[in-house]
Nanobody, 124 residues
Framework: QVQLVESGGGLVQAGDSLRLSCAAS????????MGWFRQAPGKEREFVARVTRNAASTYYTDSVKGRFTISRDNAKNTVYLQMNSLKPEDTAVYYC?????????????????WGQGTQVTVSS
């Protein structure tokens, strides 16, 4: 199975940018559709973005469209989430997730493997 480790979170001000990374080990990342989710305190885990195995297709939740970009470097076994124009409401723990069937949508149920998360805090 694949192991996922997120990094790149931190404390930033509104309007700043961050790039999150999700490094995979144990399996080749190109075998998986990848997604990013986030969870704020007291809220359910929320879909953010996903990318297909071959990076041909990406999809974003409406609240991050135009600000966030998901990408992958299969040669480096890493998926990224570039976050620009951050807002306080983006504050959450961000998780990457892997789907071996390349069919998962916006529900966490479709993803079999998860990282431990990285905290993103955006101050106003």
């Amino acid at each position: 199975q694949v192991q996922l480790v997120e990094s790149g979170g931190g404390l930033v001000q509104a309007g700043d940018s961050l790039r999150l990374s999700c490094a995979a080990s144990g399996r080749t990342l190109s075998n998986y559709r990848m997604g990013w989710f986030r969870q704020a305190p007291g809220k359910e885990r929320e879909f953010v973005a996903r990318v297909t195995r071959n990076a041909a297709s990406t999809y974003y939740t409406d609240s991050v469209k135009g600000r966030f970009t998901i990408s992958r470097d299969n040669a480096k076994n890493t998926v990224y989430l570039q976050m620009n124009s951050l807002k306080p409401e983006d504050t959450a723990v961000y998780y990457c997730a892997a789907d071996p069937r390349d069919t998962a949508g916006s529900s966490p149920i479709g993803y079999d493997y998860w990282g431990q998360g990285t905290q993103v805090t955006v101050s106003s």
